[in-house]
Nanobody
Framework: QVQLVESGGGLVQAGGSLRLSCAAS????????VAWFRHAPLKEREFVAT????????YYADSVKGRFTISRDNAKNTVFLQMNSLKPEDTAVYYC??????????????WGQGTQVTVSS
């Protein structure tokens, strides 16, 4: 199983940028799809983006398409989420998750503890 640790969250003004990192340990990382989800107060956790194990395929939620970019460096066992043009509605705890399936559902085997992103207006 893969262990995940997120970092890079913080407070940023609307229109700004942040880059989240998801550092993984475990031999299965390069064959695992990795996704980002987010959970805002009073809302259900929602899918943000996912990337295949090779990095050749990615998929985004409509709400972040064109603003967020997911990427990975398998040599460093890390997945990134570059977030540009941030909006107050992007405020949430962001989680990375890893699994064998490249899906938009929460069907992932391993989850990190989350990192807070707060976007001020």
């Amino acid at each position: 199983q893969v262990q995940l640790v997120e970092s890079g969250g913080g407070l940023v003004q609307a229109g700004g940028s942040l880059r989240l990192s998801c550092a993984a340990s475990g031999r299965a990382f390069s064959s695992s799809a990795v996704a980002w989800f987010r959970h805002a107060p009073l809302k259900e956790r929602e899918f943000v983006a996912t990337i295949s194990g090779s990095g050749d395929n990615s998929y985004y939620a409509d709400s972040v398409k064109g603003r967020f970019t997911i990427s990975r460096d398998n040599a460093k066992n890390t997945v990134f989420l570059q977030m540009n043009s941030l909006k107050p509605e992007d405020t949430a705890v962001y989680y990375c998750a890893a699994g064998v399936r490249f899906v938009v559902s929460e069907d992932y085997d391993s989850w990190g503890q989350g990192t807070q992103v707060t976007v001020s207006s």
